[in-house]
């Protein structure tokens, strides 16, 4: 009987250091496919961003029936609040900011500027609902993501005193 006992012990030894093994190859393989998916999300906005600066009217009319599919909204004027609505509509998926000016100019919110999504950022930029979550360019509500800094929040340089002789 101890011998059966020896045997099922070491072919549970093995099993368990082969399934260790395989964890860790798996953990490794998913720290490479995250940030593949980050790369891949970081250019696809950029490309999106791309076409809709080449083609915002096509992009607007494809868009406006999927937008609004019988839903009854409240209309805000002020591009903020228009981009707060669409985010939140949007759930916790971050949302590039060409994209959001888009959708924002689409519902009437009025940006000025040369450029309007820029503009639409440095708004964004001074309201602590708005986070950057993971890249420069993509947006999403705190609520969300409430451990996210705030897009505006900066990091203090230390100044290093002046040594006088």
């Known amino acids: ?3 059966m006992k020896e045997m099922l012990n070491k ?6 250091e082969s399934l260790e093994t395989r964890r860790k190859e798996l953990e490794l393989e998913i720290a490479k496919l995250t940030a593949e998916q980050e790369a891949v999300l970081f250019r696809l906005g950029h490309v999106v961003a791309l076409l809709r600066e080449s083609e915002p009217s096509k992009w607007i009319e494809e868009n406006k029936s999927a937008s609004q599919s019988g839903q009854e909204r409240e209309e805000y004027t002020d591009p903020v609040e228009i981009a707060r609505q669409i985010l939140e509509e949007h759930g916790t ?9 888009a959708m924002v100019i689409e519902r009437g919110g009025e940006i000025g500027g040369l450029d309007p999504a820029m503009t639409l950022v440095s708004q964004l930029v001074d309201d602590e609902r708005f986070v ?7 947006y999403a509500l705190r609520m969300h993501y409430p451990k996210v800094k705030s897009v505006g929040v900066r990091k203090k340089k230390r100044v290093k005193p002046v040594s006088r002789r």
Do not use: C
């Not at 072919?11 to 368990?16: D, N, Q, R």
């Not at 950057?132 to 993509?138: A, K, L, Y």
């Open 93 to 101: 998926e971050p949302i590039y900011y060409r994209e959001l000016a």
């Open 1 to 3: 009987m101890t011998i």
């Open 132 to 138: 950057r979550p993971f890249r420069r360019g993509w």
């Open 11 to 16: 072919a549970l030894e093995e099993e368990k």
